[in-house]
């Protein structure tokens, strides 16, 4: 884990949202509390490059543009290409096919784009691997982890995995490669049809090593998401100190 990140700026608020005049409306109640927004396929398909220039002109927080690039090569190094030209610092490149989409990455960081490789989709369950045509009796944690590894070898700034494999992670690939868990699930917070399998709270993702974490509708669906924010803040500061 990198110390020298604030509290604040380890929290990425999930924008998920339909439309850019509600992203609007969260970037400017969350501009001052969470380091980073996150822009994913909905939100992106619906009002492209556009709602991008909205998160920068209302707020300072970075960009992390999670589209799960997922291509042969040459496309996925042209996407990355045109993804720095908007000034996001971060985004998704599936870590399914290997290393010679995810070396793709190296062209990028002259640029200031970190290329992160997901690893496998926090929905899923070490039960269903077998139905997804993995070999039986197949480890998750090993399966993330040899992921992680070629992402590392590949040049990847770091990797997306679930709370449960962090630190297995961290142990194998060293500290200084970033690891960014979704699947954020405080205690106190009430969400509705979850499809997330492997989830863990604020405070357990970061004392397992994450650098950052992606929170949506814990903080989305609450009464006050900026009170919503501050308190996850807060159990990231606790977890820090301890």
Known sequence: MNLSISAKNRLIFAL??????????????????????????????????DVLKTVKQNSSASIFLDLKLHDIPATVRSALRSAATHGVRFITVHGSDGASILQ???????????????????????????????????SLRQLVLDRANVAKESGCAGVVCSGEEVALIKRTCSNHFKVVVPGIRP??????????????????AISNGAD??????????AKDPNIAALKIVEEI???LSA
């Open 237 to 239: 500061e606790s977890a």
């Open 16 to 49: 998920d949202v339909p439309n850019r005049k509600e992203a609007e409306s969260y970037v400017r109640a969350l501009g001052d509390t969470v380091g980073c927004f996150k822009v994913g396929l909905e939100l992106f398909i619906k009002e492209g490059p």
């Open 212 to 221: 950052l974490i992606v929170v949506g509708r814990p903080i989305r669906d």
């Open 104 to 138: 793709t990455a190296n062209e990028v960081k002259d640029l200031g784009l970190e290329v992160l490789a997901v690893t496998v989709l926090t929905n899923v369950s070490e039960s269903e691997l077998g139905g997804l045509g993995y070999k039986e009796n197949l």
């Open 187 to 204: 205690l106190w917070a009430d969400v509705k049809k979850d499809d997330q399998s492997r989830i863990v709270t604020p405070k357990d």
